[in-house]
């Protein structure tokens, strides 16, 4: 088991940044990708991006350039640096774990909100 904590969401004007935080804890030596989503209200959770255990990142097109994906193993710290805001990014923000098992699970945290007011 994994047990994901995040934090850091809050409301930002446009063009603002936030930094959101995900601590893990638990069972952390299975983790392998470690991951931020969003859902919007009234749509479904996507993928803002990923890194894996070796730091190789991923983003959705909709983010690249504007979010960086970072983690911290000796911490078991996920983060995300959000620049550049628009309104569109207002979401629930969730960070997402998979493991390096076989069967390959995946754990998430409860969710921190973010706002960006226009």
Known sequence: QVYLVESGGGLVQAGGSLRLSCVASGNIRSINSMNWYR?????????VGSITKRGRT???????G???????DAK???FLQMNSLKP??????????D???????DYWGQGTQVTVSS
């Open 76 to 78: 078991n710290t996920l």
């Open 88 to 97: 569109e990014d207002t979401a629930v923000y969730y960070c997402n774990v």
């Open 58 to 64: 991923n983003y959705a097109s909709s983010v690249k």
């Open 39 to 47: 859902q919007a209200p009234g749509k479904p959770r996507n993928l």
């Open 66 to 72: 504007r979010f960086t994906i970072s983690r911290d």
């Open 99 to 105: 493991t390096a098992t076989l069967p390959v699970y």
